[in-house]
């Protein structure tokens, strides 16, 4: 059984920073594409950034190009999401998801494991 455990979600004013983790246990890890999606109330869940398996290839929403960065930790079996320069519009719970393989990794459906999410929440 395949489990995520997010942590590291906050009220934090515009402009500032946090610094997202999620655990992972029940699986190989690395063999493991692991991503950041984020919903915010009465929207759809978004596809926020990813972190392939292999090569280390991040892949990332535009709204968050060049403020959020991904990265993993395959001997902690952890994955983080850098928050830079948050804005309100950033005031979501984020989701950690898993998938050894999917078809659709920009779509919540491609994910086959999640996490119960974490708030992060941005004052202007």
């Known amino acids: 059984q395949v489990q995520l455990v997010e942590s590291g979600g906050g009220l934090v004013q515009a402009g500032g920073s946090l610094r997202l983790s999620c655990a992972a246990s029940?699986?190989?890890?690395?063999?493991?594409?692991m991503a950041w999606f984020r919903q915010a109330p009465g929207e759809e869940r978004e596809f926020v950034a990813r972190y392939s398996r292999g090569g280390g290839a991040q892949y990332y929403a535009d709204s968050v190009k060049g403020r959020f960065t991904i990265s993993r930790d395959n001997a902690k079996n952890t994955v983080y999401l850098q928050i830079n320069s948050l804005e309100p519009e950033d005031t979501a719970v984020y989701y950690c998801a898993a998938t050894a393989g999917s078809m659709s990794y920009y779509s919540s459906i491609g994910y086959d494991y999640w996490g119960r999410g974490t708030q992060v929440t941005v004052s202007s």
């Open positions: 029940g699986h190989t890890f690395s063999n493991y594409v």
